[in-house]
């Protein structure tokens, strides 16, 4: 008779029980693209991820330092299929936590019984107008040189930030390979998005096939599937949009450019209420094309001319822009992207600055404050600028990076440019101070 075989070595029994553990786990029903964002609704949290396969949406989860999976909630998915040779089908699922606890920490993981995610956590927000929220901004992150994402990675996960706001430009591009690309993008940025509300806009990459991929990828407050919506974290309304509507309408319609600007005008009455505006007196807006830059190339806001800023005469009837409309109504902080490079202008109004004064340029000023932030990295590299800066270009860096905000309270806005180039060093700070908000301030 045979000798019996030595027993397997320890490690090897570990991966056996391993493979018998998923030996039944249907291929193609493991949670991934894990990434959250707030809802717009109070006390609550939207996990959403994809599958391959059509399987049951559950989020199990718990307060920290609790008993772990306390909770449950169930969603619901949706079929996505990929435009593209092969019509790739995936299923985007969505679950919404509500009663969370205000700035209370939970565990949780999602999925079902055919497979879960690994472990995340997330931070409530805190729903206090006297809040503090700290920002993560940064616009055209793409999977390829995306050099910034590692220390943003890292300072998510040791509570950095309570939010990020992404300004548009996604994986370039989101619909490649029949959406593999995009695919791969949602994994990278789940060290990111899975800890913290990822807030976005869309930007020119994903105009493919009427903004499908965005659409169908992120979770954002409202009814237009994230093209515009608007909502309060502490001390601020916050309003993200569209610039694509000023370039795309020959193809996706006159109409979504004017609903957009009638939405915008009647959220920014609403914000203005007096009863809003002093509990809410800080808005900023985000949208990707910037009205003003000093780059080289040929963007919109290289042209006097830009449409996002003035709107456009070749349609009809003629398409409003935004300058106007957001100085009317007290814009604070208008946040862009698009351009592959970090610029903060000084306050500035149809070409012309309003700086508070001389010494003090960011206190009390006359006009709304912009900030470009596109720079943290992608596979187009960087962008140049002109030789001498515009009247209104305060400062201007090429280096790979992102910005920090935080909104310290009603009158004090902070806000850092980190430069990844230069191992997160700051290379830029500015602190904005409002001691009148609304369209009165420009008096």
């Keep these: 008779m045979a000798a019996a075989p030595p027993p397997p070595p320890p490690l090897l029994l570990l991966l056996l029980c391993v493979c018998a553990v998923f030996a039944d786990v249907p291929i193609g029903t493991q949670p991934e693209q894990v990434h959250i964002s707030y809802p717009g609704v109070q006390n609550s949290m939207l996990v959403t991820w994809s599958s391959a396969n059509k399987t049951d949406s559950v989020v199990e989860y718990g307060l920290w ?52 995610s690994e472990l995340f956590f997330f931070t409530a927000l805190n729903e206090s107008v006297f809040f503090s929220p700290r920002f993560a901004l940064f616009g055209d992150l793409g999977n390829e040189n995306p050099q910034s994402l590692s220390r943003l990675q890292k300072e998510t996960q040791i509570g950095t930030y309570d939010v990020i706001l992404h300004i548009g430009d996604f994986a370039y591009d989101l619909y490649e390979d029949n959406g593999r690309i995009g695919d791969e993008f949602m994994k990278q940025i789940q060290s990111i998005a899975a800890y913290v509300p990822y807030m976005t806009c869309p930007g020119n990459h994903e105009w493919a096939f009427n903004f499908s991929q965005y659409r169908a990828r992120f ?58 505006r002093a509990e809410r007196p800080w808005i900023i807006t985000m949208g990707h094309r910037p009205m003003y830059c000093s780059n080289d190339d040929d963007d919109d806001c290289t042209h006097f001319q830009s449409y996002v800023r003035l709107g456009r005469n070749d349609t009809k009837p003629p398409a409003p822009g935004l300058e106007e409309l957001f100085y009317q109504y007290g814009v604070d902080l208008e946040l862009w992207a698009h351009e592959h490079t970090y610029e903060r202008l000084w306050p500035v109004y149809d070409y012309k600055v309003f ?53 310290i309270n009603n009158t004090h806005l902070y806000l850092e440019q980190v430069s990844d180039d230069q191992y997160g060093k700051v290379i830029d700070q500015m602190t904005l101070v409002k001691e009148k908000h609304g369209p009165d301030a420009w008096r």
């Design 65 to 116: 330092g609790g008993k772990l999976f306390s909770h449950s909630a169930t969603g619901n998915s949706s079929i996505f299929i990929n435009e593209g040779a092969e019509y790739r089908v995936m299923y985007i699922h969505r679950v919404l936590l509500t009663d969370l606890r205000p700035a209370a920490s939970y565990v949780y993981h999602c999925g079902s019984g055919a497979g879960w």
């Design 355 to 407: 700086n508070g004064s001389s010494e003090e340029p960011y206190v009390n000023p006359k006009a709304p404050v912009h900030i470009i932030t596109g720079s943290a990295g992608c596979r187009e590299k960087h962008d140049g600028f002109i030789p001498k800066p515009r009247d209104w270009s305060a400062f201007r860096s090429t280096d790979y990076g992102y910005t920090r905000l935080q909104l």
């Design 219 to 276: 979770s954002m407050p409202g009814d237009t599937e994230g093209l515009w919506y608007s909502w309060n974290v502490g001390p601020a309304h916050i309003i993200s949009f569209s610039t694509e509507v000023y370039f795309y309408y020959l193809e996706y319609g006159l109409d979504l450019l004017f609903r957009q600007y009638e939405w915008l005008r009647a959220d920014l009455q609403e914000a203005n209420r007096p009863e809003n």
